[in-house]
């Protein structure tokens, strides 16, 4: 079955530092892997995906992430923190039945100058 | 392009009643789904529609959730009777292809 953790419910970085929030998924067959972002009282926006080909993935905002198969990662990274990227990270594998999404727990990212 | 549309945006209830959500996909979007997102935690899928059939509703409380999709367009989910652990916010989201989902600002419920 599909699964997704991702460590750390909080992290906090000062503006201009790198920004890595860690995601393993597991998944008994080849993974479609997601990033989503949620600013509060909104919904969630994709950042970036991985489905096949290259495994450094890049996304909106900055973002990329890298697909490592080998220790079952999809760790989310930014070289530069802005203000406005604090909000919520959600990591997310496609699941195994259909197309429907199943989701970590989030990760809140904050920001300070 | 227009979003994914969802109404109302906030509700507050007392237990026992009844409510229900209404979400309008983005124009051509043959699937659509409905996830509960409880605080501090990710979102979870209730039901997935593709055109007006169901795809996958093994997560659907259904002796109190129900949802339909008539036209296969836009979505009605209802709970009756609602109970504390319901309150939540209830995603929708649709897709064209099958590797992307767009999301709708969520429906808040309090249930009281």
């Known amino acids: 079955a599909q699964s997704v953790t991702q460590l750390g419910s909080h992290v906090s970085v000062s503006e201009g530092a790198l920004v890595l929030l860690r995601c393993n998924y597991s998944?008994?067959?080849?993974?479609?892997l997601f990033w989503y972002v949620q600013y509060p009282n909104q919904g969630l926006q994709l950042l970036l995906k991985y489905t096949t080909g290259a495994t450094l993935v890049k996304g909106i905002n900055g973002f990329e992430a890298e697909f490592k198969k080998s220790e079952t990662s999809f760790h989310l990274t930014k070289p530069s923190a802005h203000m406005s990227d604090a909000a919520e990270y959600f990591c997310?594998?496609?699941?195994?039945?259909?197309?429907?999404?199943?989701f970590g727990k989030g990760t809140t990212l904050s920001v300070s100058s | 392009e227009a979003g994914v549309a969802q109404s109302p945006r906030y509700k507050i209830i007392e237990k026992r009643q009844s409510v229900a959500f209404w979400c309008n996909p983005i124009?051509?979007?043959?699937?659509l789904y409905w996830y509960q997102q409880i605080l501090g935690q990710g979102p979870k899928l209730l039901i997935q529609f593709q055109n007006n059939g169901v795809v996958d509703d093994s997560q659907l409380p259904k002796d109190r959730f129900s949802a339909e999709r008539l036209k296969g367009v836009d979505s009605t989910l209802k709970i009756q009777p609602a109970k504390l652990e319901d309150s939540a916010v209830y995603l929708c989201?649709?897709?064209?292809?099958?590797?992307?989902?767009?999301f709708g600002p969520g429906t808040r419920l309090t249930v009281l």
């Open positions: 998944s008994s067959v080849p993974p479609y």
């Open positions: 124009s051509g979007h043959a699937t």
């Open positions: 997310a594998v496609r699941g195994q039945a259909g197309t429907a999404l199943i």
């Open positions: 989201a649709s897709s064209f292809t099958e590797d992307t989902q767009y």
